[in-house]
T-cell receptor
């Protein structure tokens, strides 16, 4: 079985500050890991995806995430927050075998202050 | 452009009525999904289908029904048995998850259902 935990339902940063959104996963086999972004009243859009090719994954809009097996983490970062980054962010984990359906975290709302 | 189209964007349901949410994709994906989203609860899987004429219950299937008669279409019916249907509903699709769940899931723009 696989699971994912997003620490913090809300994260607040100032414009220009570092963004750090935390995601920890549980999987008995090597995982596939995803970060999605959701703007108000819209569907989810893929930010980036880890598939074991490289531990540091670069995504769209300046976001990146690092896979750390020893910490079972896949935290999302961005060096400098923009007002337009304000949105809901979801971490998801998939794996070999099992139900073949990725499991989503509960989401973290990113608030960006001017 | 390829994508997933959900309609309507906003729908109002009276008590005791069934309503159907439409989902169409032109990505040539075999797998399709329906999720329900409530504030603070993330995404919850209602139904999914890996292939035409086959579908499986997700975590919260009670009060919902689906059909998969065509590859590109996966409509969701919210029945009167669903006691608390007010939510944001997301349709999604992907390449068939045959041996792992690592294929990217693509989402539609969502539909708001409100009980009046």
């Amino acid at each position: 079985a696989q699971s994912v935990t997003q620490l913090g339902s809300h994260v607040s940063v100032s414009e220009g500050a570092l963004v750090l959104l935390r995601c920890n996963y549980s999987s008995s086999v090597p995982p596939y890991l995803f970060w999605y972004v959701q703007y108000p009243n819209q569907g989810l859009q893929l930010l980036l995806k880890y598939t074991s090719a490289a531990t540091l994954v670069k995504g769209i809009n300046g976001f990146e995430a690092e896979f750390k097996k020893s910490e079972t983490s896949f935290h999302l970062t961005k060096p400098s927050a923009h007002m337009s980054d304000a949105a809901e962010y979801f971490c998801a984990v998939g794996a070999e075998g099992g139900s073949y359906i990725p499991t989503f975290g509960r989401g973290t709302s990113l608030i960006v202050h001017p | 452009d390829g994508g997933i189209t959900q309609s309507p964007k906003y729908l109002f349901r009276k008590e005791g009525q069934n309503v159907t949410l439409s989902c169409e994709q032109n990505l040539n994906h075999d797998a399709m999904y329906w999720y329900r989203q409530d504030p603070g609860q993330g995404l919850r899987l209602i139904y999914y289908s890996q292939i035409v004429n086959d579908f499986q219950k997700g975590d919260i299937a009670e009060g919902y029904s689906v059909s998969r008669e065509k590859k590109e279409s996966f409509p969701l019916t919210v029945t009167s048995a669903q006691k608390n249907p007010t939510a944001f509903y997301l349709c999604a699709s992907s390449i068939r998850q045959s041996q792992h769940s690592g294929n990217t899931i693509y989402f539609g723009e969502g539909s708001w259902l409100t009980v009046v």
